[in-house]
């Protein structure tokens, strides 16, 4: 992110120049996508593609080149896991961008007097993505985040309150599903390895 530079959101695909949409919310459904299996990986690609091309209809693009450019938007314009900037020598998160989203709306509001459902379709994900990460200890996520992060200490016979509050407190915010991280990467290659053509031998 510069601020000197405008976010030139479009894609060069052969004779089309195709603008998309990269709302925070957009991105963040698109997360919830990949990983929901009620949806083919078919039914995810023609999803998808509508979701961030603007215009899409206007399009008459095969089934595989849509998967192109759905491919091209994630691997060249989002940074979706920042959620795995966060996690511990387990490689379990911190936090997650849905199951938070209570604390991050309300954080957002304290900090910034931003009210994200007000900001859907309008606010940029790498603009969200650096407000999130300029929020300051005082809201609600960070807060949250932290005592996550703390190490429960070593018992000892001054620190029985301190551990049993922290124990209780960990309990209160634990995420669910806490098992190793899977990266939005892995999903999308995943994603992309069922339309590769089958080898034969």
């Known amino acids: 992110m510069k601020l000197t530079d405008r976010f030139k959101d479009s894609i060069q695909y052969g004779d089309h120049e195709i603008y998309i949409n990269l709302a925070f919310d957009i991105v963040l459904r ?3 996508l990949i990983g929901d299996n009620t949806f083919s990986p078919y039914e995810k690609i023609e999803i998808l ?12 693009f095969s089934f595989f080149e849509k998967n192109e450019i759905v491919q091209s938007i994630f ?4 940074e979706l896991d920042t959620e795995t ?10 936090f997650d961008l849905e199951q938070d989203a209570e604390y991050i709306y309300a954080s957002f509001l ?3 007097n931003i009210d994200l459902f007000e900001m859907q379709g309008v606010l940029h994900w790498n603009k969200f993505l ?3 990460g300029g929020l300051s200890e005082k809201t609600k996520f960070v807060e949250v985040v932290n005592i996550r992060q703390q190490k429960v200490p070593q018992p000892t016979k001054y620190n029985k309150e301190e551990r049993e509050s922290l124990i209780k407190l960990k309990r209160i915010y634990a995420l669910k599903d806490t098992q190793t991280v899977e ?6 290659d ?6 590769k053509p089958k080898k034969r031998g």
């Open 30 to 32: 698109s997360n919830e």
């Open 49 to 60: 593609f509508d979701m961030f091309v603007i215009d899409s209809e206007s399009y008459d």
């Open 75 to 78: 691997r060249d314009f989002l």
């Open 85 to 94: 900037k966060n996690i511990d020598s387990d490689g379990k998160k911190y």
């Open 110 to 112: 304290q900090d910034y």
């Open 130 to 132: 650096a407000l999130l």
């Open 183 to 188: 990266s939005i990467e892995s999903r999308l």
């Open 190 to 195: 995943a994603l992309a390895m069922a339309f």
